[in-house]
């Protein structure tokens, strides 16, 4: 049980991480439209359906 | 053979035949603007648009290339950035985008465009951000083959409200990720912890373990539930309680206590319960926002109802907020009036439809005064600004219905009658258990009465309202109605008197032709389409009255102000205007003839034609129970046939907006719940005053964005619609309400017999709030 003290304090600094990389994505505006990237992947599907005949 | 328009899903008028192909299909189109758009759009290799859109298009009016300005250095400061080497970031509000598929559309076809390095489209916000190397390709090019595709745009312009509730949603949402995140971890602990105390747990384990939990929720109490400290103590200093009491209350009670247990290694922690209720109130708080901050961006956007730009006699093209009293601006026939002016040369007509309902176009000449907003019809002309601003004639009004909005009763929600002294009785309650137990079992004292408050946190009852309310406005957006005023939908459902304005709510607003007379061996049909060739080149309100699907093609012919138009087609010398101008000796009643050299062939008489379904509209109306009048600034006699074919008894004519606002005063005076519908300007102060006042889409500006309720495909059927669907939504509204107040009868005296752990309170509370939103969320289908 030894390991929980290296384990427990790498779980808090993973925290940290993905805490931050979420305020970046927030502030860079990856959240501002959600409407739009939603069906962003239909369109590009049926463009290159085109361009293959 | 379907009716709608493949590209705008408009009616396609009689006898017309104009169609695009389609996957192999001919489809329909109802006018050629639709058409060129959807050739462009399918044969650009664009047709994903049309499979995957969700909405209609609009259909592209024909409106004059203008794009030249976004080329003016001065006209781009506003809305233009500089960025690395000769790119430049320009951002648009495009009119017409209704779904993803016209961002999509949108960002193909201008990112085929060479020297475009980046387009970017938010649908929510109307908002075209674009890069693009000012060496090697124009603005105007850029803004013209927007055009191309049926769209308009304008210059960016941040409203402020808008920017500021953008910023507060960032900011929460990022409350809500971070407390969500939190969650997960400190609940990996909060197992342990649990399985710990039924099998056992070394000690120091136990307490590293809490060391943790509490490390990772300070950031979520200190930061993630600030707002509702902030709040609470708000409430405090104005003396009333508030929903953010208890709650904030509960959290800082369980953990501060959670932290009392840590550092002396006894007790209970409850960081797994502070940072689980944290996390679904700001989950609701975060839905809140969303439904209001895309409301604030409606508001925005129809606000702007002044021209954006002015060509100054001097400067050129500049923004129309650089002009100044005295400057001198130059109009050309088809643009509105950039400011309040007075006429110093050349000479036009107005329409000053805007202001006053009045559709025909007024004549102006030197010294005349013209104002804001109103358009010049026919010819160009130069202006001295006498006012600009809110000091100008429509402004002035705009002020006028800010009174009026203030002077208007506020809408008192139920649950903000209730809450104050539910707030008041939870944390008696509270205190009352907490001292009952501590006479008894004072460990188990504390856990009971946190689980009193938070197993009755009235998260349930808040969110009855605001979430029907919500759901039901996504209902309204799918039956082309916008609300823009969510308090609007429970006065409608209660609405007893509704009084229509004629011009452009009943009527469409515009001229059109109601019976030919006939003088010649000539066929009526070839006619209209000889008239429709020459009132092509006009820009006249009437002109739009002669819309045949293939008119004859003039190859020049010049509109005399005031008069008409006239052409030459092979020898024949052709006119449309006023009978006599045609022919001074005539005494035709008609408003239109068409002459073939100098003779009168054909008499048009014209009317505002009432729209369609409005008879059948007011007959639901009546047997929902709701009374039906009608005011208009209109002469008597057409009011009284407009009445009486719609079946309505009471009705005004000559109406001032004086009169119309008095008349509903003493409406509501005597008690009745009244709906305003009007479009024009006059009607605007009406509208402010109104329980409930909608607007048609093609209404004035101002009128639009003070309305509560939008028609955006302006059926006359959507008015008995919206009061259905209003009381539906009330219908709703009690449900939720019951059942978050038997939720709570129900779990408060288990909670204060101490039946319900700290953790199962939570998520009692927020099971309660889920069966409130899914309950409100069928509304929105």
């Known amino acids: 049980m030894e390991s929980l003290y290296l384990l427990i304090p790498l779980a808090l600094v993973i925290f940290a991480i993905i805490v931050a990389a979420l305020f970046w994505a927030v502030r860079s505006g990856q959240f501002d439209d959600l409407e739009r990237e939603g069906t962003r992947i239909l369109f590009d599907d049926d463009l290159e359906g085109k361009d293959d005949q | ?781």
């Open chain 2, 1 to 781: 053979m379907n009716d709608t328009c493949f590209h705008c899903n408009d009616p396609i008028p009689e006898n017309l035949n104009l169609t695009v192909e389609y996957q192999g299909d001919r489809k329909p189109v109802c006018c050629v603007g639709c058409q060129s758009v959807a050739q462009l759009i399918l044969n650009g290799g664009l047709s994903a648009y049309y499979a995957h859109r969700d909405a209609p298009a609009e259909r592209p009016d024909r409106v004059a290339d203008d794009s030249a300005v976004f080329d003016d250095a001065a006209f781009q400061a506003a809305f233009c950035q500089p960025c690395q080497g000769s790119l430049v970031e320009a951002a648009l509000l495009v009119d017409g985008i209704n779904c993803a598929a016209c961002a999509w559309l949108i960002e193909r076809h201008l990112g085929a465009i060479d020297g475009v390095d980046q387009v970017r489209v938010n649908v929510a916000r109307k908002r075209l951000v674009l890069r693009f190397n000012v060496n090697s390709v124009k603005l105007s090019r850029i803004v013209s083959s927007l055009s191309d595709i049926g769209y308009q745009v304008s210059p960016w312009s941040e409203n402020s409200l808008e920017a500021l509730s953008a910023e507060q949603g960032k900011r929460l949402l990022f409350k809500l990720g971070l407390a969500g995140i939190a969650f997960l971890q400190v609940m990996m602990f909060a197992v342990a912890l649990y399985a710990g105390d039924y099998s056992g747990i070394d000690e120091s384990h136990q307490s590293l373990m809490r060391w943790f939990s509490l490390a990772i929720s300070v950031p979520v109490v200190l930061y993630s539930a600030s707002p509702f400290f902030i709040g609470a103590l708000s409430a405090f200093k104005a003396r009333s309680l508030t929903m953010d009491v208890p709650i904030a209350v509960a959290i800082a009670l369980a953990w501060s206590a959670s932290i009392w247990a840590t550092v002396t290694r006894s007790g209970e922690v409850y960081y797994d319960s502070v940072v689980m209720f944290t996390f679904f109130l700001l989950a609701g708080r975060y839905l809140e926002h969303l439904a209001l901050h895309k409301e604030h961006g409606e508001r925005g956007r129809l606000s702007s109802w002044l021209p954006d730009r002015a060509y100054h006699q001097a400067r050129g093209w500049v923004p129309a907020l650089s002009i100044v009293v005295g400057d001198v601006v130059r109009v050309s026939a088809g643009d509105p009036f950039p400011a309040d002016g007075m006429i110093i040369s050349g000479q036009t007509h107005a329409d000053e439809s805007l202001l006053t309902g009045e559709h025909k176009p007024i004549a102006k000449s030197l010294h005349d005064e013209v104002l804001a907003g109103t358009v010049n019809v026919d010819s160009v002309v130069e202006v001295r600004v006498t006012a600009t601003g809110e000091q100008c004639g429509a402004g002035r009004i705009h002020q006028l219905l800010v009174d009026a909005m203030d002077a208007k009763p506020p809408i008192t929600q139920l649950v903000d009658r209730i809450s104050g002294w539910f707030v008041g009785s939870i944390l008696l309650i509270a205190s009352v258990t907490y001292w009952v137990w501590y006479q008894t079992e004072p460990n188990h004292a504390l856990w009971v009465a946190l689980s009193v408050l938070v197993v009755t946190c009235p998260c349930a009852l808040s969110l009855a309202t605001p979430v029907a309310l919500t759901s039901s406005v996504h209902g309204y957006r799918d039956r082309n109605i916008l609300v823009s005023n969510t308090s609007a939908i429970p006065e409608l459902g209660g609405i007893q008197t509704v009084i229509f304005d004629k011009t452009g709510t009943l009527t469409l607003g515009r001229p059109s032709v109601v019976r030919v007379n006939n003088l010649s061996a000539f066929d009526s049909d070839y006619l209209f389409r000889v008239a429709a060739g020459l009132e092509a080149f006009s820009n006249h309100p009437i002109a739009k009255a002669f819309n045949a699907a293939s008119p004859i093609p003039f190859a020049s012919a010049e509109v005399v102000v005031g008069k008409g138009v006239e052409g030459r087609l092979e020898d024949d010398h052709w006119q449309i205007g006023r009978p006599l101008w045609l022919d001074s000796s005539s005494n035709s009643t008609a408003d239109v003839a068409l002459a073939r050299n100098g003779v009168i062939l054909i008499e048009y008489f014209l009317e505002d034609e009432i729209r369609q379904g409005g008879r059948d509209a007011i007959e639901q109306l009546k047997s929902l129970g709701v009374e039906v009048k009608l005011a208009s600034g209109d002469k008597l006699d057409s009011v009284t046939t407009t009445a009486t074919y719609l079946g309505i008894e009471d009705f005004k004519s000559e109406c001032t907006p004086e009169e119309k606002y008095q008349w509903l005063l003493s409406l509501q005076k005597m008690g009745r719940r009244v709906m305003m519908v009007g479009d024009g300007l006059n009607d605007v102060p009406v509208i402010g005053a109104a329980n409930v006042s909608v607007a048609m889409a093609s209404g004035a500006g101002l009128a639009r964005c003070h309305a509560d309720v939008i028609v955006m495909d302006e059926r006359l059927d959507a008015f008995p619609e919206m009061i259905r669907f209003a009381r539906r939504t009330q219908q709703k509204i009690i449900q939720n309400l019951a059942w978050a107040l038997g939720y709570n009868a129900l779990a408060l005296p288990l909670a204060v017999m101490g039946f319900v752990p700290p953790w199962a309170a939570a998520i009692g509370m927020s099971a309660s709030s889920l069966v409130v939103v899914l309950n409100a969320l069928r509304l929105s289908r």
